[in-house]
């Protein structure tokens, strides 16, 4: 017992999340990897190398949770090499399922937007803690945020709209949990919620045409998308094209045939209709297998996740590790949300991973960063309360001394007065003695 507490530090709840999470991920991927393995003709491929990965991540999540906290300030270099990597993904990057996010290493995709959401996410934390006053960060500290932020969201953007959203929506809780003042939230809400608008309006009624002849093809998708979701018309079940709207239509399909128990792990039907059933809509599959109770807890795992991190962050002492344990926490559970409400059918699709269970590469391994970092902090708070602990029972020990020792020295002083009183006592009985015996021999 005392191995484990000295191998896996810092917050045990968080720890078994993460074995948890991991765990599912195992399960419901190979299942949900059919089409893979039909492709590649080889049935222990996709889910031997999704476990290859989560161990890499797993030993990455163990290494980073015994850096020194302090040392994470470091990482905000990662931000300047985050952004030509994005700039060389949009000229040079691998053509994926219709967007380039991709940078080909021959052995493995890597996601330049990753690292950005994470440099960005420290960098922001950083700034925060560094230009707190009295009511809040200075006005140039809140420009800084909106440039840095801003820089980032625009080169993600024209290929992967849902990951710029996500980010600035994670930047945006980070700085009203940081007591922006209101003034300035108010203002940056009102923008936010008018560049929506605006993009939501241009994205939907700008021809496709439009949009192929300056070669934003990504825009013709999200267009499709946003359609296909909002469409108020309500379409008979005997006419409905399930082949059109492949995806979201096999995501309900499991769902509505899931019920409380679900089919049982390995008996997912759906699955071989679903091209991104490992990833994109892994929530389905959980849900069409493990039932709604199987998809409860997986939900229910993400809220505790985040209600844990606010208990660290709460007991940090100092604003960056609070700050960045919790916007590390609110981008891991925002984009759990995404992907949850595009499975259920309440979003449009995103093309958002679940947090470290959907089959991936960069968003598994830059979560496991997180988690690790998350869970070094929390050493950092165990370690500080155990020495709080520690002086407060030591002061305790001093008082105690030092009233045992008071009353020693009250005790022996008492005694010494006693004995004084005590012979003063047999001095005047002898001094009457001598006194009677005078009289006595006079008489």
Same mark, same amino acid.
Not at 392 to 413: G, N
């Given at each position: 017992?005392?191995?484990?507490?000295?191998?896996?530090?810092?917050?045990?709840?968080?720890?078994?999340?993460?074995?948890?999470?991991?765990?599912?991920?195992?399960?419901?991927?190979?299942?949900?990897?059919?089409?893979?393995?039909?492709?590649?003709?080889?049935?222990?491929?996709?889910?031997?190398?999704?476990?290859?990965?989560?161990?890499?991540?797993?030993?990455?999540?163990?290494?980073?949770?015994?850096?020194?906290?302090?040392?994470?300030?470091?990482?905000?270099?990662?931000?300047?090499?985050? @952004?030509?990597?994005? +700039?060389?993904?949009?000229?040079?990057? !691998?053509?994926?399922?219709? %967007?380039?996010?991709? $940078? &080909?290493?021959?052995?493995?995709?890597?996601?330049?937007?990753?690292?950005?959401?994470?440099?960005?996410?420290?960098?922001?934390?950083?700034?925060?803690?560094?230009?707190?006053?009295?009511?809040?960060?200075?006005?140039?500290?809140?420009?800084?945020?909106?440039?840095?932020?801003?820089?980032?969201?625009?080169?993600?953007?024209?290929?992967?709209?849902?990951?710029?959203?996500?980010?600035?929506?994670?930047?945006?809780?980070?700085?009203?949990?940081?007591?922006?003042?209101?003034?300035?939230?108010?203002?940056?809400?009102?923008?936010?919620?008018?560049?929506?608008?605006?993009?939501?309006?241009?994205?939907?009624?700008?021809?496709?045409?439009?949009?192929?002849?300056?070669?934003?093809?990504?825009?013709?998708? @999200?267009?499709?998308? +946003?359609?296909?979701?909002?469409?108020? !018309?309500?379409?008979?079940? %005997?006419?409905?094209? $399930? &082949?059109?709207?492949?995806?979201?239509?096999?995501?309900?399909?499991?769902?509505?045939?899931?019920?409380?128990?679900?089919?049982?792990?390995?008996?997912?039907?759906?699955?071989?209709?679903?091209?991104?059933?490992?990833?994109?809509?892994?929530?389905?599959?959980?849900?069409?297998?493990?039932?709604?109770?199987?998809?409860?807890?997986?939900?229910?795992?993400?809220?505790?996740?985040?209600?844990?991190?606010?208990?660290?962050?709460?007991?940090?002492?100092?604003?960056?590790?609070?700050?960045?344990?919790?916007?590390?926490?609110?981008?891991?559970?925002?984009?759990?949300?995404?992907?949850?409400?595009?499975?259920?059918?309440?979003?449009?699709?995103?093309?958002?991973?679940?947090?470290?269970?959907?089959?991936?590469?960069?968003?598994? +391994?830059?979560?496991?960063?997180?988690?690790?970092?998350?869970?070094?902090?929390?050493?950092?708070?165990?370690?500080?309360?155990?020495?709080?602990?520690?002086?407060?029972?030591?002061?305790?020990?001093?008082?105690?001394?030092?009233?045992?020792?008071?009353?020693?020295?009250?005790?022996?002083?008492?005694?010494?007065?006693?004995?004084?009183?005590?012979?003063?006592?047999?001095?005047?009985?002898?001094?009457?003695?001598?006194?009677?015996?005078?009289?006595?021999?006079?008489?």
């Amino acid at each position: 017992m005392d191995l484990l507490k000295n191998l896996f530090k810092g917050d045990k709840v968080i720890w078994i999340i993460f074995l948890f999470l991991c765990l599912i991920s195992i399960v419901e991927v190979f299942s949900a990897s059919s089409t893979l393995t039909y492709k590649s003709g080889d049935h222990w491929g996709p889910i031997r190398s999704h476990m290859i990965l989560l161990f890499i991540g797993a030993i990455g999540v163990w290494i980073i949770h015994n850096i020194p906290c302090r040392w994470f300030k470091t990482f905000i270099v990662a931000l300047p090499l985050s @952004w030509l990597l994005l +700039l060389g993904v949009l000229l040079l990057g !691998a053509l994926t399922n219709g %967007a380039r996010r991709w $940078i &080909d290493l021959g052995f493995f995709q890597f996601q330049p937007s990753e690292v950005a959401k994470m440099a960005t996410i420290i960098s922001v934390a950083f700034i925060l803690s560094k230009t707190q006053e009295e009511n809040g960060i200075n006005k140039k500290a809140f420009k800084l945020i909106l440039g840095i932020t801003g820089a980032t969201c625009l080169l993600i953007v024209t290929e992967n709209l849902s990951t710029a959203v996500l980010l600035a929506g994670s930047v945006y809780l980070m700085m009203f949990i940081a007591r922006v003042p209101f003034k300035r939230m108010a203002m940056l809400t009102g923008c936010g919620l008018a560049a929506i608008l605006l993009a939501f309006s241009t994205i939907k009624y700008v021809p496709a045409s439009a949009w192929d002849t300056i070669k934003l093809h990504r825009m013709v998708t @999200w267009q499709s998308r +946003l359609n296909n979701h909002f469409d108020p !018309a309500e379409i008979p079940a %005997a006419k409905f094209d $399930i &082949d059109g709207d492949a995806q979201v239509a096999h995501a309900n399909i499991a769902i509505a045939t899931s019920h409380i128990l679900g089919k049982g792990p390995g008996n997912s039907v759906q699955r071989d209709f679903l091209s991104q059933a490992f990833s994109d809509f892994i929530y389905a599959i959980i849900i069409e297998e493990l039932g709604l109770v199987g998809g409860a807890f997986t939900a229910l795992l993400y809220i505790v996740l985040l209600m844990r991190i606010g208990k660290i962050a709460r007991n940090c002492d100092k604003p960056y590790y609070a700050y960045l344990v919790m916007g590390f926490g609110i981008i891991i559970a925002l984009q759990a949300m995404f992907n949850m409400m595009v499975a259920v059918g309440l979003m449009p699709v995103t093309g958002q991973p679940l947090p470290l269970i959907s089959k991936g590469g960069s968003s598994t +391994l830059v979560t496991c960063v997180y988690i690790g970092m998350i869970l070094s902090i929390s050493r950092h708070v165990y370690d500080l309360k155990k020495q709080k602990e520690e002086e407060e029972a030591q002061k305790q020990e001093e008082v105690q001394q030092a009233a045992l020792s008071l009353l020693q020295s009250a005790t022996s002083l008492a005694k010494q007065n006693l004995k004084e009183s005590d012979s003063e006592v047999s001095e005047e009985k002898i001094s009457e003695r001598e006194i009677k015996n005078d009289n006595r021999l006079e008489i």
